[in-house]
Nanobody, 115 residues
C-alpha cells in the first residue's frame, strides 16, 4: 500500500509564493511518476505538473513559467514551488503517484490566493 501526505498549503496574497510538499511512504517502486493536480470549486480536477523518476517534466499551460516541480527520489518526496500566484490558482491541490499502472492520491491541501 502507498500513502501520500501533502503539506504547505495556505492563504497567500496575489503575487505571493507557496511551496507544497508530498511525502510518499509504503511500497514505492523505483520507476514512477509523481505529480500535482488541483480542483477548484465546481470544476474538474486538472493536471498541474508531473515529474517522472527519470526526470521528465510535464506542466499545464497555466503553470508554465510560474510553478516548478521537483523531487527527491531518496526521500520519495515531490515538491511544487508556486510563484506569482493568482486568485485563479485557488484550489485544493492533490499529490499523485502512479506506478505499475496503479494510481494513488493524497488527501489534498487547500491553496487560497486572495487579498
Amino acid at each position: 500500500q502507498v500513502q501520500l501526505v501533502e503539506s504547505g498549503g495556505g492563504l497567500v496574497q496575489p503575487g505571493g509564493s507557496l511551496r507544497l510538499s508530498c511525502a510518499a511512504s509504503g511500497s514505492i517502486f523505483r520507476l514512477n511518476v509523481m505529480g500535482w493536480y488541483r480542483q477548484a470549486p465546481g470544476k474538474q480536477r486538472e493536471l498541474v505538473a508531473t515529474l517522472t523518476s527519470g526526470g521528465r517534466m510535464d506542466y499545464a499551460d497555466s503553470a508554465k513559467g510560474r510553478f516548478t516541480i521537483s523531487r527527491d527520489n531518496a526521500k520519495n518526496t515531490v515538491y511544487l514551488q508556486m510563484n506569482g500566484l493568482k486568485p485563479e490558482d485557488t484550489a485544493v491541490y492533490y499529490c499523485n503517484l502512479v506506478q505499475t499502472y496503479l494510481n494513488y492520491w493524497g488527501q489534498g491541501t487547500q491553496v487560497t490566493v486572495s487579498s
